[in-house]
């Protein structure tokens, strides 16, 4: 597959449209990234918002409702879009539950706490999450639950100051994948079987960078 260089934040959407799926920043992993496919223009932590690839994580979620940001591959940062997101999900987790998965012993308990605080609305931000679960393991679950695409990236967010006044660097926030992408998500995974994702997902793996190592696959699909 030929990817297209990539010189501004519209060519870096189109890109991810058509490779379904990249890493972020230049480690591709032995896979695949889109940065790799940048002109010397892309420079990052400039704050330019068309060629700096860091403002681009939050500003593709708030402009478009079919690509989302997070810890999905290797505990490292990386997209999706809506196209193959159930095939993760069916390769990742079966198309399970959080309650099932709990329930087979595949999910801790502070993760499927964590789960339901952001389901309700009790708590989204990293530091508010923090805050009630008063864990030291508090981010290794919420990276757990990225890589099983229960929950993912939804913006930014500050603490506020007791006058209620925003203050220091910016966290990340989560929402659930379903209230992220709707419901029909997982309806989609619960129709692929989990052999079938993994195929479709080599495959494409196999068209991006057909040097992949089986060995290299295996570990960027983690499958269930």
């Not at 990249?22 to 060629?51: K, R, Y």
């Not at 508010?128 to 919420?142: C, F, Q, Y």
């Not at 997982?186 to 052999?195: G, I, K, P, R, T």
Request: one cysteine or more.
């Amino acid at each position: 597959m030929e990817i297209p260089t990539i010189h501004n934040f519209k060519d870096f959407y189109t890109a991810l449209q058509l490779a379904g799926f990249s890493t972020a920043g230049d480690n591709g992993e032995g896979i695949f990234s889109l940065q790799n496919h940048t002109s010397p223009a892309i420079v990052w932590h400039t704050d330019e918002p068309e060629t700096d690839p860091w403002t681009w994580r939050i500003r593709a979620i708030s402009e478009y409702s079919d690509v989302a940001y997070g810890k999905v591959f290797l505990k490292k940062n990386g997209w999706i879009t809506r196209k193959w997101y159930p095939y993760f999900i069916a390769v990742r987790r079966a198309a399970r539950s959080c309650d099932e998965l709990y329930n087979e012993g595949k999910l801790s308990r502070l993760e499927r706490d964590i789960y339901d605080m952001i389901k309700k609305g009790t708590a989204s931000a990293v530091h508010d999450i923090k805050s009630i679960t008063g864990d030291k393991t508090t981010e290794s679950a919420l990276i757990r639950l990225q890589i099983l695409l229960l929950i993912t990236l939804d913006g930014q967010t500050r603490k506020l100051s007791k006058n209620g006044v925003p203050y220091g660097w910016p966290v990340s926030s989560f929402c659930t994948v379903e209230e992220f992408f709707t419901n029909e998500l997982q309806e989609e995974a619960e129709l692929l079987s989990c052999d079938e994702a993994e195929v479709m997902i080599r495959n494409q793996i196999l068209c991006l960078n057909p040097q992949a190592s089986e060995a290299n696959i295996k570990r960027f699909i983690d499958r269930c």
